[in-house]
């Protein structure tokens, strides 16, 4: 398996890194990276083939993943699309609808579009991904083999799903920091000092982590198991229902939700030939 990777950023450097680390070997890997510093590092840190623009490499390679900035991918894709036929071309680039990349393609139907997220930096991410009718199953191997290396994989039927897969495990992990933040502010306000506050938050949202996904019971029956009558941990979720948090959190998704759809049309309206200009 040859893979290509069109842009080095952070994505790709993940996925590169777990490829290596899944035993695929540097030279079946490249990269285009306009970015110089960008460009050393892959080269240094990866001893995969990195090159300014598309070259003889990245045509020898039966994958191309996508990981331009989406307000970038349409001038990225003008010199490559004619050479897009018999390749599986997987964008993790957010937002781009699967028709809007077909298009940039020149008609190419063989492509996945996957939203990862950033735990996927230390292989622990999980990616929602979707498919298009024509992609093989031999393909979408390959592509569970890429997205597999940073962590677990869930493939869709439906690509409308992938905007609350953004707004669950996309945009999840700024929830999830938020979270910690507040728990260790909230602990030193209580007298703790800062640096074992924010130990104490850490350890006790990543051992939580581990918990539920090594338990056969759902979360709400753990915290149910945590939450004494009258102790100390009803106090706490007392007071969250009673500012209604579970609602306003709901809330806080749904707009996440929303909003990477009007993203998805934002871009289709503002491209030459996009859905908004029909």
Known sequence: MRVAFLGGGNMARALIGGLLERGIAPGALSAVEINPAARETLSKKYGIHVSTAPDAVMAEAGTWVLAVKPQDMRAA????APRASGRLVMSVAAGLPLALLERWLGGHRHIVRAMPNMPAL???GISGACALPEVTPEERGR??????????VIWLDAERLLDPVTAVSG??????FWFIEQLAHSGERLGLPADAARQLAMATVLGAAKLAAAS??????????VTSRGGTTEAALQVFAEER?????AKAVEAASRRATELGARLGDETPGGAGGQ
Do not use: C, K, N, W
Not at 143 to 152: K, N, P, Y
Not at 245 to 249: G, I, M, P, S, V
């Open 77 to 80: 894709l003008a010199s490559v």
């Open 171 to 176: 945009s999840g992990p700024a929830y999830v």
């Open 245 to 249: 948090l579970a609602e306003r959190f």
């Open 122 to 124: 230390v292989g622990a």
């Open 143 to 152: 592509a569970q083999t890429i997205l597999g290396a940073v962590g677990e």
């Open 216 to 225: 056969d019971e759902p979360p709400a029956v753990l915290r149910e198991r």
